[in-house]
């Protein structure tokens, strides 16, 4: 099958003129757009509809404010994760590597053992998660098969090194500690 001549598109690039190689008119339209943008924005009462949405960090906290989802007010964020355990204590991972999988920052790293209850086949040997290096989308949250993964609604972790934001599974446990009261679950 071949191609006719009327059926060639010729896609290179013409040569700028010098107005257009100064790119003057393109800053100016890019300023227009901004600015079309802002007055859009700002209300009939003067102010602007964005303010909402800004937080005044150490003063105003998210747990403070709602966000409106289809009527529905429910929080809107997520935090540090947690690994919960289950009714006895134990750490409800079954190690299968579904949230090392889907993570998309690869974040995580399980090594597996062999368990010691008769109950399961594996648990956790080791369970890392580099919250500096975690983007909070809770694909982990959503591909864990037993619930033993959440993200919390502690969002305030600082660390002085990158090793302290490494959360081991001691970490992920004592994290579930502090927030067994708190909302995922």
């Not at 339209?29 to 937080?55: C, E, M, P, Y």
């Not at 409800?92 to 920052?105: G, H, S």
């Not at 086949?121 to 993964?149: N, S």
């Amino acid at each position: 099958m071949s191609i006719r001549d009327n059926e060639i598109l010729d896609v290179t690039p013409k040569k700028l003129t010098r107005t257009e190689s100064l790119y003057v008119v393109n800053v100016f339209k890019g300023l227009g757009t901004t600015l079309r943008h802002a007055f859009q924005n700002i209300g009939r009462n003067g102010s602007n509809k964005d303010t909402l949405w800004v937080l005044q960090y150490p003063e105003q906290r998210r747990e403070q404010r709602d966000v409106e989802d289809g009527g529905i007010y429910k929080p809107y964020f997520r935090g540090v994760h947690r690994l919960n355990k289950d009714e006895d204590g134990r750490v409800r991972c079954v190690a299968c590597f579904m949230c090392q999988t889907a993570c998309p920052a690869h974040c995580i790293h399980i090594v597996a053992d062999e368990s010691p209850w008769p109950d399961r086949e594996k648990y956790p040997q080791q369970f890392d998660i580099d919250e500096l290096r975690c983007i909070y989308c809770g694909m982990c949250e959503e591909a864990c098969p037993c619930d033993a993964i959440e993200l919390t609604p502690v969002y305030d972790v600082t660390g002085m090194s990158r090793q302290e934001l490494i959360f081991d599974k001691a970490k992920l446990l004592e994290m579930y500690d502090l927030t067994i009261d708190g909302k995922p679950m």
